[in-house]
């Protein structure tokens, strides 16, 4: 497979998008300005930008440098509470994932849930509030290769959440998770109105994204001044 080179002057960086599912964060980097290209084993036929269906490790492995900064959402399912509680096994891929980013020499970030903080280093935890989302889904990011995140101020949870599964109750914030109600709500609350209710359950919101690809782009900017 040949890959577009390294952005020059005057193009959009590139980004890697590792195990992309529907593209929540892939929509937040793009608005941030990255030109984005999404990787996943499944097929991903409501994925908005270009896609390419691999292992998503192999393919950073092989491919990871010609970017200029990759993110990678290892499958959460592993460390979510919902799954452990109906006893399923997932792949635990956190290590071998950051383990491939670190032979790239290109700035990383790792994204996971509660249950992976153990695994995460240094984790920076991320809240709908924080941008003005209306829905509690903490997620954390590790980031490495030389790039690093502020921690923002966590807004306290004073909106009521409606119980899982539940219609959403008038004033309360939905949980968007199992086999929640309200598909079209929550592409509405969350930003992502090409997705679908399998999709929904696991993106991140792209505000998380595009705050982060907005610190991505200083840090890339910064390393070129410094060069």
């Given at each position: 497979?040949?890959?577009?080179?390294?952005?020059?002057?005057?193009?959009?960086?590139?980004?890697?998008?590792?195990?992309?599912?529907?593209?929540?964060?892939?929509?937040?980097?793009?608005?941030?300005?990255?030109?984005?290209?999404?990787?996943?084993?499944?097929?991903?036929?409501?994925?908005?930008?270009?896609?390419?269906?691999?292992?998503?490790?192999?393919?950073?492995?092989?491919?990871?440098?010609?970017?200029?900064?990759?993110?990678?959402?290892?499958?959460?399912?592993?460390?979510?509470?919902?799954?452990?509680?109906?006893?399923?096994?997932?792949p635990d891929l956190i290590a071998p994932t950051r383990t491939a980013l670190k032979t790239t020499g290109r700035p990383w970030v790792i994204e996971n849930v509660r249950g992976a903080v153990r695994k995460l280093e240094r984790p920076v935890m991320l809240c709908g509030p924080m941008f003005g989302v209306e829905t509690y889904r903490h997620r954390y990011f590790e980031t490495g290769g030389g790039f690093a995140l502020p921690e923002p101020h966590h807004p306290a949870h004073t909106v009521p959440q409606a119980k899982m599964g539940r219609p959403i109750p008038p004033g309360h914030y939905g949980q968007f998770v199992g086999n929640f109600s309200g598909v079209q709500h929550a592409r509405t609350v969350l930003g992502v109105p090409w997705m679908n209710r399998d999709g929904i359950r696991e993106c991140i919101p792209p505000a998380y994204s595009h705050w982060i690809g907005t610190h991505a782009r200083y840090s890339l900017r910064a390393r070129r001044v410094a060069a």
């Open positions: 497979m040949t890959l577009a080179p390294l952005h020059r002057l005057g193009r959009r960086p590139l980004l890697l998008d590792l195990f992309c599912c529907q593209g929540g964060a892939a929509k937040g980097y793009d608005d941030a300005g990255f030109d984005v290209t999404g990787v996943d084993l499944h097929p991903q036929p409501r994925y908005p930008f270009r896609f390419v269906q691999a292992d998503a490790v192999a393919f950073v492995l092989q491919h990871g440098a010609s970017f200029d900064v990759i993110h990678a959402s290892p499958p959460c399912q592993h460390d979510s509470d919902c799954q452990r509680l109906q006893g399923n096994t997932h």
